[in-house]
């Protein structure tokens, strides 16, 4: 019988990350060594703390039944952490939970949109940022982050034709893949841009425990005006490495939040508890670790940024996230996807090419700090000793 797929699916290709994990397997059966700068997976272990509250939930019986619900002391915990750490008051209505951002991006544009609507994305960026409203039957149409204007977007660029059109438009400080974070203005500005057009804001705050330099992380819900128009994506993964438990948060303005979940409502049952109740451990436990984590990022960031400035390439540092950002060596034009694939033959180190993230990421690498920074400078010493940037 022949099978006719979905057309969307044409989009999903195999794609570059699956290319090189191929090469990275066949370096690793020749017995090279490889550094895995590739994947933004954190490498540190989960606090002690959040594990013992996950045992001891799992060991009791009554916790394996569907949860049906956020338990009331999650969301408790959610408030006291956004009162805490950004100054903001959340109601209950104004949270519920998610299966990470990941999961909560590629559905949040089915309480939002109808088809014909269209979502601005940043350009470059995260690809789920236009995956998810494509799978909705959204349109996307991207807006230009360049660097002579501070990866920030000119929203006064963007046709007013096109704006009438514009359900929400996802933005996300600090940026994966530039590593860039906004200042206090922009938000300010981008709110009352937003009241104005009667477009909504979806704000990806996964990383606002790593910024570097001293600099604050914020919430997009610690500015005036924020909830009419704003909602937000706050993450456990790289704060607390509680990756695999997949759990996040929908915060902000009431009205979305509910509608939003409703629909999870009709797909899920709850996150599982012993799950949330490791979260609750998170949010409410000591902030020790999430500041020396973000030590060891700097760390890093400067193994990596400041040593490969020092062997020639001109790699910028990253002012959070756990990534980096740069331009590929002048020689290989724009073709970053031959210069990764000639990196990682001559020297085992593996980024990923910046088209990945879109046209204009084009002629880019973003690495991931997953490594500890005594190997990160070893992986710089290598890439100097292979010649790549002197041929």
């Known amino acids: 019988m022949k099978i006719e797929f979905a057309k969307r699916m044409d989009n999903f290709e195999e794609g570059i990350f699956q290319v090189l994990n191929e090469k990275r397997f066949a370096l690793e059966e020749e017995g090279r060594k490889v550094y895995n700068l590739s994947v933004g997976t954190p490498d540190f272990p989960v606090p002690e703390h959040i594990m013992n509250a996950v045992v001891e939930a799992a060991k009791k019986p009554e916790n394996y039944k569907y949860a049906l619900r956020d338990l009331p002391e999650l969301i408790d915990a959610v408030k006291q952490r956004y009162q805490n750490r950004y100054g903001v008051t959340l109601a209950d209505e104004e949270i519920t939970s998610v299966y990470g951002s990941q999961e909560g991006i590629t559905h949040i544009a089915l309480p939002l949109c109808n088809p014909g609507d269209v979502v ?27 660097e002579e204007n501070g990866y920030l977007p000119d929203l006064s660029a963007i046709p007013e034709e096109l704006l009438k059109r514009v359900k929400f438009m996802m933005i996300s400080y600090p940026l994966n893949p530039v590593c860039k974070c906004a200042p206090e203005s922009f938000y300010e500005e981008v709110i009352a841009w937003a009241k104005k057009h009667h477009i909504v804001l979806v704000h990806d705050n996964a990383y606002s425990d790593i910024i570097y330099d001293g600099v604050p992380g914020r919430s997009i819900l610690s500015y005036e005006g924020a909830k009419e128009v704003a909602v937000e994506f706050y993450s456990l993964s790289k704060s607390f490495n509680y990756t695999g438990a997949r759990v996040s948060f929908l915060t902000g303005n009431a009205e979305i939040v ?38 060891a990022y700097q760390e890093r960031r400067d193994a990596l940024c400041g040593g490969l400035r020092a062997i020639g390439w001109n790699i910028p540092d990253s002012e959070g996230t756990m990534f980096a950002w740069g331009k590929i060596p ?38 991931a700090l997953v490594l500890p920074a005594e190997q990160i400078r070893e992986a710089v010493k290598v890439i100097d000793e292979s010649g790549i940037l002197k041929s």
């Not at 601005?120 to 360049?146: K, W």
């Open 120 to 146: 601005l994305v940043p350009n470059p960026g995260y690809q789920i940022f236009s995956i998810g409203p494509e799978l909705c039957g959204a349109e996307t149409a991207a807006y230009d982050l360049i």
């Open 258 to 295: 509910q509608r939003f979940k409703r629909l999870r409502s009709q797909i899920d049952y709850g996150t599982f508890l012993p799950v949330q109740y490791g979260a609750i451990a998170a949010l409410t436990g000591p902030d020790e670790m999430v500041k020396e984590q973000c030590a």
């Open 330 to 367: 002048e020689r290989f034009g724009d073709d970053d996807t031959a210069f990764v694939m000639e990196l990682m033959e001559k020297t085992g180190v593996l980024c990923t090419p910046g088209s990945s993230f879109g046209p204009l990421g084009r002629g880019h690498v973003r690495f």
